[in-house]
């Protein structure tokens, strides 16, 4: 039987944190899906479509990831794509609170599905999409936070505003 995992997130946009989870997700799980968030109530940096091409070339390598979107509830999704586990990143202490209500609801909402969480490297404990642009807008080397294709699409986001 096919383990599938779900990683889900705004990546708006991915940073190598998302990167280094999905990583190690990939190798734990037979088949992963980074499900990137296309909230119609919340307001993105990135169109939901220009995330899912940054992340399918992020992860063009890996046979085993796919990249999709989704709107609606999580476990929803993880039904219908037939996923045993949701996959959330936890880069320090703070972030425990919020991610364990989350995990709380889901499992009260759909008991088939478990939530992993799985500590992302100290080198990227740092990282959050919201700092990363910031650092670009102003100008900051952020070729070390985050993938080449990244940067890319954040240097010509900046220079064409």
Request: proline share 2%; hydrophobic share 40%.
């Amino acid at each position: 039987m096919m383990r599938t995992a779900i990683y889900p997130g705004s990546f708006d946009p991915p940073t190598n944190g998302h990167f280094d989870i999905i990583k190690r997700s990939a190798k734990v799980f037979d088949h992963l899906i980074v499900a990137v968030g296309a909230n119609s109530v919340k307001k993105y940096f990135f169109a939901v479509e220009e995330r899912v091409e940054m992340l399918k070339e992020i992860v063009s390598e890996y046979e085993n990831i796919e990249v999709s979107c989704f709107d609606g509830l999580l476990v929803e999704y993880a039904a219908k794509v037939n996923a045993v586990t949701i996959i959330r990143g936890l880069r320090a202490l703070s972030d425990f609170e919020y991610e364990l209500e989350l995990a709380l609801m889901n499992r009260h909402l759909n008991r088939e599905v478990d939530t992993i969480f799985m500590m992302t490297d100290e080198r990227y404990s740092f990282l959050r999409s919201s700092l990363v642009r910031e650092v670009a807008r102003l100008g900051g080397d952020i070729s070390d936070k985050v993938p080449s294709v990244v940067e890319r699409y954040l240097k010509r986001k900046f220079n064409s505003q």
